[in-house]
């Protein structure tokens, strides 16, 4: 009875934690992401660094840190390895946009060329986790890589086709940036098995962004901000469940629903 109590309470936590996600963390992660960015610039300006080079560096090595996660069936220092790779492959990714309009160098086609080489780097990444569960006999967390991939492109598809229609979106807690974190905890947490788990919470929370997405731009084409607000509240319940559901499997309990 105790232990229901606890986990109700911590349910509730989970679901405001959901909610409070949705108004708080993206505006304030966020900015503090964009300050660290903006404070960075002028030692890429003074390198000589170009928009261009950063693309090319940035997925470079996020698909040379794919590879040397197979690596990690073999030696599981490959993990950190390629957490380490990653990470700054994903950094560059973020800067070189910035750098680009700090710089006058935006142009349509660099944008174009980032947003696919974005979509390359993590899509590789994601496959070759993948094969890696496939080699692992993790058969389940394997199957989630296909729905993973495609809820992380759909996020950014909900987010271009908003865009076309004049409509700024890019709500939701499962951005590249989150994406790419969860990937990269994932991967240093991966020889006490979270990897799998991680791939689970992206999952989840890739989905409920595009879910959140299409709910803000039928709310701001057709003015429904009661639609909105309800789809927020349930949207914050699902990732506090989800939340909940893989802290309770990752400690071995069961489930009360």
Known sequence: MLLYAFLGGLAVLAVAAGVGLQKYYIGGVRRAVGWIVSHSLPVFVKLGITPNRMTSAGVSLCVAASGLVLLAHYD???????A???????????????????T???TLFGGFADSVTDRLGEGMMLSCIGLLFMWQHHRFAAFIIGPTILGSCLVSYARAKAEQLDIECRDGIGGRAERCFLIIAGLVLAPKGALPWAIYVLAGIAWLTVGHRMLVVRQKLEGRATL???????????AGILTLSIVMMYFGIDSPW
């Open 76 to 82: 599981r220092v490959f993990y950190w390895v390629a």
């Open 84 to 102: 380490a790779v990653f990470f700054v492959g994903a950094m560059l990714d973020v800067f070189d946009g910035t750098l680009a309009r700090a």
């Open 104 to 106: 006058g160098a935006s």
């Open 228 to 238: 909105l607000k309800a789809g927020e509240r349930f949207v914050g319940l699902l």
